[in-house]
């Protein structure tokens, strides 16, 4: 099995890499293969809503000269998917969400290829809006059907400086249990499928209020 983690800071050695990393240890100690990509540095786009993945359902996005393509399908290989996002103005760093954006919408119209992974966010802040830059990395995941776990308090640890998140007591439990709790959480669905078969999915009704 194993998990991908998206690292949405401009950092590679930060306190949002270092949530993430605390996770990965967790997860590596039950014998969850990890990998980190590094999305701050990169440079993303915003969807441009062309509607090519619609048209083409290739599992693409028609943007092609960054690596969001590259990313869906080391997403849809995984078993496992973990957000991590420093906090700019209460909510999602820029590159972090155009990525999100994109890859969760070309998900969306191409069968739901996400569907029934475990997906987690964590966020990195120096000092409030951490709750609210996890709910939106969740609602990614609560839309895609993705399995979520769960910690013993919300996934936010704090920090400035590079390093800082290590003196975050409380904060490294969150992402240490955080850890525990999505290898339980793969390793049942892993070995439950067998006996008790995922539902089928099923097209998506739309409501439009304007007519």
Known sequence: MKVVGFNG??????????????VFAELEKAGIET????????KIQGCIACHGCVKNQDEACSIKD?????????IKAADG???????????????????LDRAFFVS???????????????????RSGGISTVETLNHYINYSEMIMPSSNYWNVAHGLKPGEMEQDDEGK????ILGRNMAWIMKVIRYGKEQFPPP????????NFIR
Not at 14 to 22: Q, R
Not at 173 to 176: A, D, G, K, N, P
Not at 200 to 207: I, R
């Open 9 to 22: 800071s401009a950092r590679k050695k930060g306190n949002t890499a270092g949530s993430l990393s605390t």
């Open 200 to 207: 089928e999915p099923v097209a998506k009704t739309m409501t």
């Open 108 to 126: 969306s119209v191409n069968g739901g290829l996400f569907r029934h992974k475990v997906g987690a966010a964590v966020a990195a802040v120096r």
């Open 81 to 99: 998917i973990l957000f991590g996002s420093p906090v700019h103005f209460s909510g999602v760093a820029g590159t972090m969400k155009s990525f």
């Open 35 to 42: 990998e980190m990509i590094l999305v701050g540095k990169e």
């Open 66 to 74: 960054d690596p969001v393509n590259e990313w869906i399908q080391k």
């Open 173 to 176: 439990q969150i992402m240490e």
